[in-house]
């Protein structure tokens, strides 16, 4: 785990896990995960062009680049352009600006 990607690090930075076990190996932990949809572990190739741009952008915004491609996904899934991503951002700031 790295300070830089979770904002609760150093909360938790002296716990030990050398013990811990995975969710699969404790039932009452996989039944909730599995009831809450959870995340997905999966394997992808992507472009190393694309993959550099969201790199360079998490390390622009602080984040975590697996984040930020999922919630590219969220959005291509929801139907959302970048266009109407733009959109939504302009009306945010306009707003609250």
């Not at 979770?6 to 599995?34: E, G, M």
């Amino acid at each position: 785990m790295s300070n830089n990607s979770d904002p609760l690090f150093d909360q938790y930075a002296d716990l030990d896990f050398a013990d811990a076990k995975p969710v699969a190996q404790v039932p009452a932990l996989a039944r909730l995960q599995a009831e809450q949809g959870g995340k997905s572990r999966i394997t992808m190739r992507v472009d190393n062009t694309v993959l550099a741009a969201f790199k360079a952008r998490a390390a622009l915004t602080g984040g975590s680049y697996q984040t930020l491609i999922n919630e590219a996904l969220r959005q291509f899934v929801a139907g959302q352009t970048l266009a109407d991503v733009v959109r939504e951002t302009i009306r945010h700031e306009l707003r609250t600006g």
